[in-house]
């Protein structure tokens, strides 16, 4: 007999092994009754619960292992009737021991518990140091200077002419409809000074209740500009307006005419 198959008789001998011991612990898997599956969902869940709303997924992780030991501890004891929630009998505390011990994740996953891993996200820049930025394209005619704009800017101010109903075939339209009407605005009318355009062919994100549209463009008027969003959105307010994207896609400007 060659070596090679004496290896081979060995390594089926071992997976044939293997074979009946996973077997043999899916079948006590499936022997835990419902009733008992059922306690121990519903104490898991408790556990889980008191963690509150905000509780990340390693802490409930944590918690999980934490009940597990505790249980397990229970169960070894004799007095598992007073020392646990569950309230189990002698011979339910010894199946659930064994699956605590062996086929705990099984146990979770037929309660239909799962916990998805926690993973810390970075942000890599890859771009070599002191690499300029590459400059961004804005469709249409070059701006005025007077315009001074701003891309993925998005400024607040008066209403002088709502972008909803106004649209421009470019930001530099935009911008010079803006010095038109501050030029032209009779006595006591207010004087367009901020510009806000949609460049995007997707649309342009806000907060309010309206879809804003590619080429809306929006005149408005403060005395001290300020900006409401700039660059990107920050993740908290992703996280509370989950309709945000990661970049702010408006362009607008403070003229200085």
Known sequence: MTCDLILELFRLQKVKKLRKVFAREEKRRKELPLELKQKVAYDIVGRLHDLGDNSSSIQQREALESWRVETLKHTKSASIQNSSNLGLSNEEARMLKRTLEFNWHALLEDIGLWIPVEVPHTEHDDKP???????????????????????????????????????????????????????????????????????????????????????????????????NFKDKYTESYRDSHPRAPVVVSWMSGVTSA
Not at 154 to 166: E, F, M, N, R, S
């Open 129 to 227: 140091q002191n690499e300029p930025e590459e400059e961004e394209i804005i469709a249409g005619p070059p701006l005025d200077p007077q315009c001074n704009a701003e891309l993925h800017a998005d400024y607040g101010g008066a209403a002088v002419k709502w972008g909803l109903t106004h649209h421009k075939g470019s930001a530099a339209d935009c911008c010079q409809a803006c010095l038109d009407q501050a030029k032209n605005a009779k006595p006591g009318e207010m004087k367009c000074n901020i510009w806000v355009y949609c460049p995007s062919e997707f649309g342009c994100y806000s907060p309010d209740k309206y879809e804003h549209k590619h080429q809306e463009c929006w005149l408005k008027q403060d005395d001290r500009p300020k900006l």
